[in-house]
């Protein structure tokens, strides 16, 4: 516990205040901002900067040119007060004055030291990296010395601390609540969304990126003799754009067929976000024979708690059709879904007018169980009909005994 101080003695709301060391910490640890403020010359300046905590030492982020860095760098240090706030929700009263928000804040009091001993910098300047990525420090490159020059670090103690919350829900006086006015809680937090790579950026999205989801929503590269299936990254889009040029492989494609790199990117930035939300993930086939990427197939609406999943329509290249690589992708695919993920169904939808894929679906082993009216948008606009396939658990070891004698090489023809 922190020992209450005047200056971090609340004069009203004392129910919502308190000085527990954990729950500051935890704050402080889930904010990515905070407001620094500081007197110059008499007048009050305020903030906004990067913050980290190490231990019991708040590390602020800043310029050496700046105000605050410039005011620290005397013996006495700069008085400083630190408030970081996370907003968790909007509340609404039958009345004017009892709207107000749920939240977490933390007020630090104390003097900040610039922090001049390289050791303790480093370790500073690396927890601010880590802080937006846990490992980020030793993923990217290190400042330079120049950098280092131009960068400073404050240093502030945490013992004037107190913490400030309010949660629950509405607080409204007796006599308002038979008035005829909507009341209640907006949550809100703040999430991350999908990864937007810079121009240019070719290399797989680091693991301590990527959210922590369940094994469904996982893309684990599978192992095949004939096929690669690989989790799709930026860095694919020139190969899939060669391997995909046919217009033939997009005929009854739900969407249009990317005719240059840049199409591609942004086709499979699409594809990366869709994995993101965990509504389509996505592998890149690649032959094993040649090394060279093949096509696209994947999951669609991964579901663990109907233990379900879709595969997803399959793009491969024409010199790939009827070469085993795709009998084999839906292998390794119905492996995945059926002994890993325990899986007790595993489904397929494809346009009406495609026999093709229609038979090669049933191949697999797959039951037609109908047709979906209008449920799909074509590429040119129009509404498709999807024909719906499905495979159980039970149906699965017959079908995989099947699929894996169809991938033997054809048997020597004896002499006679």
Known sequence: MYAPTPRTTASRLRDRVGYQRATAHAILDEAHHCALGFTVDGEPRVLPTLHVRVGDTLYLHGSTGSRPLLAARGPAG???CVCVTLLDGLVYARSHLHHSANYRSVVAHGVARLVTDSDERRVAMDALVDKVGHGRSTDSRPPSRKELAETAVLAL????????????GVADDPADLDLPHWAGVIPLRLVPGPPEPAPGVVAPLP???????SPWLAT???HGEHVRLEPLEPGHARE????LADPQVWRYATSPQPTSPEQMAGHVAGLLRARWLGERLTWVQRDTRTGE???LTAFVRPDEATRSVEIGATLLGQGWWRTGINTEAKLLLLGHAFDTLGAVRV???TDIRNERSQRAIARLGAVREGVLRANKRRADGTWRDSVLYSMTAEQWPEAQLNLRKRLLPPAPVGRG
């Open 78 to 80: 700069l008085p400083v």
């Open 157 to 168: 103690p945490l013992t004037e601390v107190s913490v400030k919350v309010r949660a629950g």
């Open 347 to 349: 489904s397929w939808q």
């Open 220 to 222: 684990p590269t599978l």
């Open 240 to 243: 899939l754009t060669t391997a």
């Open 207 to 213: 693991d301590y990126l990527r959210p922590a989801h």
């Open 293 to 295: 990427v093949a096509g």
